[in-house]
T-cell receptor, first 110, second 113 residues
């Protein structure tokens, strides 16, 4: 059982570049989330989705976009990377308030 | 708005010592409360949860009791092991079953042999 799978695990971007962080889950959960984790800080919610075709902003959505065309996939798009987006990104899905997390993507913007 | 506050870390203990990590919250209504653990290089895993006042969540020797009167959910373990070294996050879910979580800043636990 794969659970929540994120790719890539590591990435270095130059300022102004764009990229997509991939996230897929095989548990048929309707709810999916993207968080970022900065050093010494808790996780901040970027975007979330309550089902295919439905997305909504979280606490820190600026500079990011998401889509949810299927139940399984919830990619996160960075259009113009900035140093402030250097962070570890976690995708999660949930059932009955219990969240399952991917292993994270460590992104550095230089 | 809703928030979670945890004690500052890192917490350094010797093996078999007693552990307490404090967590307090601010929320309207009746949130569900959680402790998640993050081992090095991994994502977060649910450690325990409590969904109503006076509930006690427990798992792997860890316990936490939902105290509505003090808005707290402190994590305890009677005898820690080196393998318990990790970052511990307190969290709340204030919107029913959506699973949207609000996290504290995390507390790093280091257990020395």
């Amino acid at each position: 059982n794969a659970g929540v799978t994120q790719t890539p695990k590591f990435r270095i971007l130059k300022i102004g570049q764009s990229m997509t962080l991939q996230c897929t889950q095989d548990m048929n959960h309707n709810y999916m989330y993207w968080y970022r984790q900065d050093p010494g800080m808790g996780l901040k919610l970027i975007y979330y989705s309550v089902g295919a075709g439905i997305t909504d902003k979280g606490e820190v959505p600026n500079g990011y976009n998401v889509s949810r065309s299927t139940t399984e996939d919830f990619p996160l798009r960075l259009e113009l990377a900035a140093p402030s987006q250097t962070s570890v990104y976690f995708c999660a899905s949930s059932l009955m308030s219990r969240a399952f997390f991917g292993q994270g993507t460590r992104l550095t913007v230089v | 708005g809703d928030s979670v506050t945890q004690m500052e870390g890192p917490v350094t203990l010797s093996e078999e010592a007693f552990l307490t990590i404090n967590c307090t919250y601010t929320a309207t209504g009746y949130p569900s409360l959680f402790w998640y653990v993050q081992y090095p290089g991994e994502g977060l895993q649910l450690l325990l949860k409590a969904t109503k006042a006076d509930d006690k969540g427990s798992n792997k020797g860890f316990e936490a009791t939902y105290r509505k009167e003090t808005t707290s959910f402190h994590l305890e373990k009677g005898s820690v092991q080196v393998s318990d070294s990790a970052v511990y996050f307190c969290a709340l879910s204030a919107e029913g079953n959506t699973g949207k979580l609000i996290f504290g800043q995390g507390t790093t636990l280091q257990v020395k042999p």
